[in-house]
């Protein structure tokens, strides 16, 4: 089956009739569905399915072990995300399987397609998570703390989905396995204009939490001078995220939680999260100094507090150079661009040999409904993916 039949396939679960788009998150109904679903188009194909000790479920075309080449992407999305965003690189791998029997290939490296957990970090707010368990980047015990937004924690989530949340932490046997990785993923730019071309680096990243706290009170019988309104300092810090990421950086907030969100309510809290991107690490970490100064400037002025909390960060990830000239090479001269997205990839980079293939995106557009990839560039991701499969374990 070609990669847009697959996804055609998924294309009712999750979508969202309020935010538009899939709102698919990890470990919950419909998550558990997409699994379920490629754990099925695994067993179709004749490939042997494990879940590891993390949540990742790989499925092998030959015995486990090590030096395997390894693809695959995730199935999880942000909040009314798009289709192609994680899928793409999954049902691509299953397409890529297709292509290579249907010639008559036959690996000498075992291959195997793994779908990792909660890469976006929509639900329990830290992304890549079933990778950044398996190399040790978060501590176990943090991870099964984490809670959603109704207040279930991570460990909760994946006992109710039947599995063992003990199990979690660093998987040094699922490493040992990995001889290198290859992700394909849509674009999330207009950095590419030709249908498909490889990575070579991404941005330095991470999220921080800011807790405004001030006095919840009358919006009626509250004089504005009698105030200290959270929301204040807040609306300051989407301001100073605008004014701080100047030359290339990035600074974000898409998301405000007030306490307890009445509108006739001042406030008694306000969580604001900040995504910030840069091209090194001194650069990231220099904007989000400058903007939590901002902050605590305007909580100070308001009135109110403010505590702030690094939930994840990632340092400036440089791809395996030799696999992607290799690569390039191999998919005739294919251009390398960089990218300012986070991707398990990037994690995995730390550990072994990493490459991704992008996909044209006409549009530009990612995390959102809008995002789109021409059926014809998603074939020819696939082209290159079992050219890249059969290139490595050859």
Request: charged share 20%; aromatic share 6%.
């Amino acid at each position: 089956m070609t990669a847009t039949g697959l996804l055609a396939a998924i294309a009712d679960v999750g979508a969202d009739r309020t935010r538009g788009g899939y709102s698919r998150h990890g470990f919950d109904r419909v998550e558990l569905e997409l699994r379920e679903w490629f754990v099925a188009e695994a067993v179709k194909r004749g490939l042997s399915v494990e879940t590891d000790r993390n949540g990742n479920i790989w499925a092998w075309w030959g015995n486990p072990g090590p030096d395997a080449v390894i693809t695959g992407s995730h199935l999880d999305s942000v909040p009314g995300g798009g289709a192609f965003d994680g899928p793409l690189g999954v049902v691509s791998a299953l397409a890529a399987v297709d292509v290579l029997r249907a010639k008559g290939f036959v690996p000498r490296r075992p291959i195997a397609v793994v779908v990792f957990v909660e890469e976006e970090g929509g639900r329990f707010g830290v992304p890549c998570l079933g990778s950044r368990l398996m190399t040790g980047a978060i501590d176990a015990d943090k991870a099964r703390a984490l809670v959603d937004s109704d207040g279930v924690s991570l460990a909760d989530a994946i006992t109710a989905a039947g599995a063992d949340p003990s199990t979690l932490g660093p998987d040094e046997e699922a490493l040992a396995r990995i001889g290198c990785f290859v992700e394909l993923h849509v674009e999330q730019g207009r950095g590419l204009t030709v249908a498909v071309g490889v990575a070579s680096s991404i941005l330095a990243h991470g999220r921080w939490r800011f807790t405004f706290t001030g006095e919840g009170n009358h919006a009626g019988a509250t004089l504005m001078g009698d105030r200290r309104d959270p929301m204040v300092p807040a609306a300051s810090l989407v301001l100073a995220a605008r004014k701080a990421a100047v030359g290339g950086a990035r600074a974000t907030v898409g998301r405000i939680v007030p306490i307890p969100g009445g509108t006739n309510v001042i406030p008694s809290q306000v969580d604001v999260w900040l995504d910030a991107r840069a091209a090194d690490d001194a650069t990231t970490k220099s904007v989000v100094a400058e903007i939590q100064a901002m902050a605590r400037l305007a909580a100070s002025e308001e009135g109110c507090g403010v505590r702030i909390t690094q939930e994840s960060y990632g340092d400036t990830v440089v791809f395996d150079e030799v696999l992607r000239d290799d690569l390039s090479t191999v998919l005739g001269g294919v251009p390398a661009l960089p990218t300012g997205a986070g991707h398990d990839a990037g994690i995995l980079a730390s550990r072994v040999p990493t490459a991704m293939l992008f996909v044209r995106n006409p549009t530009g557009v990612s995390h959102a409904p809008e995002e789109y990839a021409e059926p014809d560039d998603c074939e020819a991701g696939v082209a290159a993916l079992a050219t890249t499969l059969e290139h490595l374990a050859a």
